[in-house]
């Protein structure tokens, strides 16, 4: 089955500067790759998504970009905030089973 | 009703008894799944429904079962709780056709939380 790994598994910022989160999957046939953030004792939410045949989809803020051949996807937060700081989750699946990283606590620091 | 809802919010259970979660959705969704979240672990998926009458197996689903009699609702049920079940629980819906088709935005309900004693 399909097995996704997290990197950094905790991250810290300076507010204003950039984060960059990256997730390796090991299924080729994994075909949608969202990424979910999840505050203190609430539910994951989605920010963003990308399908097998994009290379990079950006969102205000947030970016995402995948590398197929090389199994990998990256999430970009850019003059991060305060209000980023949160657990983030990527994610790979195909068929509807999805498989999630371990996580990424951001802090953000003011 | 609005979007997806689980009961109870939490739950303190003794081992061995048995326990149904529950989950809503009145989005009319396809497809719904249960994960459950353990701290370091992410969250893994337990059992899924692609519609009704339909389930299927997840990463992790020993020790629990489900039904889906129709479009809105998803229970999970522990037969007999054993403390390593311990753990957040969210129920997801999403708006995908099944069985073989593009995966879709999952809405997650807000969790139950269970500890088992």
């Known amino acids: 089955g399909e097995n996704v790994e997290q990197h950094p598994s905790t991250l810290s910022v300076q507010e204003g500067d950039s984060a960059v989160i990256k997730c390796t999957y090991s299924d080729s046939a994994s075909n949608y790759f969202p990424w979910y953030k999840q505050e203190l004792g609430k539910r994951p939410q989605l920010i963003i998504d990308?399908?097998?045949?994009?290379g990079e989809k950006k969102d205000q803020r947030i970016a995402v970009t995948l590398n197929k051949t090389a199994k990998h996807f990256s999430l970009h937060i850019t003059e991060t905030q305060p209000e980023d700081s949160a657990v983030y989750f990527c994610?790979?699946?195909?068929?509807?089973?999805?498989?999630f990283g371990a996580g990424t606590r951001l802090t953000v620091k003011p | 009703i609005a979007g997806i809802t689980q009961a109870p919010t939490s739950q303190i259970l003794a081992a061995g008894r048995r326990m149904t979660l529950r989950c809503t959705q009145d989005?009319?969704?396809?497809?719904m799944y249960w994960y459950r979240q353990d701290l370091g672990l992410g969250l893994r998926l337990i059992h899924y429904?692609?519609?009704?009458?339909?389930?299927g197996k997840g990463e992790v689903p020993d020790g629990y079962s489900v039904s889906r009699a129709n479009t809105d609702d998803f229970p999970l049920t522990l037969a007999s709780a054993v403390p390593s079940q311990t753990s957040v629980y969210f129920c997801?819906?999403?708006?995908?056709?099944?069985?073989?088709?593009?995966?879709?935005?999952?809405?997650f309900g807000p969790g139950t939380r269970l500890t088992v004693t």
């Open positions: 989005m009319r969704h396809n497809a």
């Open positions: 990308i399908r097998s045949n994009v």
């Open positions: 429904s692609n519609t009704a009458g339909t389930t």
């Open positions: 994610a790979a699946a195909s068929n509807n089973d999805m498989r």
């Open positions: 997801a819906s999403s708006d995908s056709t099944p069985p073989r088709c593009p995966t879709y935005e999952q809405y």
